[in-house]
């Protein structure tokens, strides 16, 4: 990925603060001053949130062992955990990082036993899950420490450090065959590999790792093989939920299906979704839902994309899938209005289900109607209600305990990136497609494969196409797609802006397309 262009950068100023040395690991996670209290800190329980304790003292490395565990078994706390921990003192001290940063960040807003347990366990059995948790949280550390001061970024090493351990990861996997292999462990590894190529900035890794990851789940999801062979193939105990890995990936998969318009979804759903939605128990099950029903949405508008693994099935109306939506946005509202947020996260998180209701409403009604960019004109209540709820989201993120906003945000959830990107190109109101723009450009976020500062300077690029910002005679015309294309060798993208109504064609498409380099970098950030 390239680096942000000096045009759009907007550098935030930091109070400096003293640094959190001691104190419990909730504190050092939201770099503040703790008051020591034990058992635990009474300025977390003061504010409402869990105190996870404190860290003892790093021990002596301890060998790792390969026997496998059960998922029913509880991990022990953090601080049990780090009393165990193998490794050099390099490797401690980024699966340290990992644990009190890196995994509730990719865990988001929404509860995940497998950030908050199933890796962890994993990481203390499996030689491939260890390698690749310290690569990514020292890759997650430089970035992190990017953000903050000097004496900081002192305390990491190069990225080289982070390499090796991603290299180690990857050859204890390849060690690993015949009957040893063990296809939970390689999912994990695929999600954690595409995590840690993703926050290097460097997407064309990701997507291999993503892609052999969706390969597997094929494989797995295959309607011709037996279900005994399909259950054998899954390890009777394994570290996580297949359910897990497959919401996980899933999840990456449609992201990626959504920045890279030629790109297709493989993965089939899982289960088909409710005609009819009453109401929910929990954020977390109003969640899946929601993710449940936009990849079944996404999966059956796409082209017709012929896979060797499943047998084709009946395809659901757009009236029908019009109707699950409208369904899941009133038994949403009905549980957001009974139950009301009780804390900052709750709010973000009530107000991130409302923005991918709306954008889910929104591209279900532009996809009935002919295709021309001219049926988004009527939209632009929805786009700046996309704008008010992506910004109340951001505004929240200095009261939710898990993040630091002057140090960047990570995560795998589809948050607020792809909403403001749609807002964006899509959005013919120049105030709120320019507001979209300025939030992408400040914001240091990823989320994940969704990168702020490839969003912005695209989004930017593509709002100067359209209203004139290039002196050309091109530029009256409006942009019909945009399409990414990732440099394999590292951080860089060229970009290609598909117009409506020009001349010449393009993989069938009529039209006349403008190509631009973004700029060459070693990291986004």
């Known amino acids: 990925m ?8 907007h550098k935030r100023s930091r109070a400096s603060k003293p640094k959190v040395t001691t104190g419990c690991l909730t504190c050092k996670v939201r770099r503040i001053k703790c008051d020591e209290s034990k058992p635990h800190c009474n300025r977390c329980l003061r504010t409402g949130r869990n105190c996870d304790g404190y860290a003892p003292p790093l021990p002596r490395p301890t060998a790792i062992t390969t026997q496998p565990t059960s998922t029913i078994a509880h991990l022990p706390s953090l601080s049990a955990v780090l009393i165990s921990l193998p490794g050099t003192p390099s490797e401690r001290h980024s699966f340290h990082f990992f644990l009190s940063h890196t995994a509730p960040q990719l865990r988001g ?31 997650h550390g430089r970035f992190y ?45 695929c999600v954690l590999f595409t995590c840690f190529e993703s926050l290097r900035g460097h997407h064309a890794p990701a997507l291999v790792h993503l892609d052999n990851g969706v390969n597997l789940l094929l494989e797995l999801q295959s309607l011709e093989k037996p279900r005994n062979l399909i259950t054998q193939t899954y ?34 759903p ?21 993710d449940e029903l936009w990849n079944y949405c996404l999966y059956t508008l796409q082209p017709s994309y012929p896979s060797p693994y499943l047998h084709p099935q009946p395809q659901p109306s757009h009236d029908d899938l019009a109707h699950r939506q409208a369904s899941y946005a009133t038994a949403l509202t009905t549980y957001l209005t009974t139950k009301p947020p009780r804390t900052a996260r709750e709010q973000q ?28 004109d009527t939209h632009t209540p929805s786009f700046a209600a996309i704008v008010d709820l992506a910004r109340r989201i951001i505004d929240l993120d200095t009261d939710v305990d898990i993040y630091a906003p002057e140090t960047g945000r990570v995560g795998l959830d589809t948050g607020v990136l792809g909403p403001l990107y749609l807002t964006a190109l899509r959005c013919r109101d120049p105030m709120v497609r320019r507001e979209a723009v300025e939030l992408l450009k400040k914001e240091r976020r990823r989320e994940g494969l969704w990168d702020s500062t490839l969003l912005a300077i695209v989004a930017e690029r ?8 290039c002196k050309s005679e091109l530029d009256t015309g409006r942009i019909s797609d945009v399409d990414v294309v990732f440099d394999p060798e590292g951080c860089r993208a060229g970009v290609r802006f598909l117009l409506e109504g020009g001349r010449g064609s393009v993989e069938g498409h009529r039209g006349l397309v403008l190509t631009t380099d973004l700029p060459r970098g070693q990291n986004t950030y």
């Open 2 to 9: 390239p680096r942000k262009a000096p045009s759009i950068t």
């Open 109 to 139: 807003l929404f509860e995940s036993p497998f950030w908050s347990q199933h890796v962890l366990q994993a990481c203390l059995r499996e030689e491939a899950i260890w390698h690749a948790a310290v690569a990514l949280g020292a890759v």
């Open 145 to 189: 420490a990017e953000g903050g001061e000097g004496g900081e970024r002192q305390m990491w090493e190069g990225e080289g450090f982070a390499i090796k351990q991603y290299v180690k990861a990857i050859s204890c996997l390849t060690r690993r065959g015949g009957g040893e292999r063990r296809i939970d462990v390689a999912l994990m590894a």
């Open 235 to 268: 390890p009777p105990t394994p570290y996580t939920p297949l359910s897990a890995l497959q919401a996980l990936l899933t999840r990456l998969d449609t992201q990626a299906t959504q920045l890279l318009p030629s790109r297709h979804t493989r993965l089939h």
């Open 270 to 290: 899982v289960s088909t979704p409710p005609t009819h939605y009453e109401t929910f128990i929990s954020l977390e099950e109003a969640q899946r839902a929601s």
């Open 349 to 376: 998180a009530g107000h991130m289900l409302r923005l991918h209701t709306l954008v889910a409403t929104l591209s279900l009604s532009t996809t009935s109607l002919p295709a021309s960019e001219d049926v988004w």
């Open 462 to 469: 593509a709002v100067g196409i359209e209203e004139g910002g």
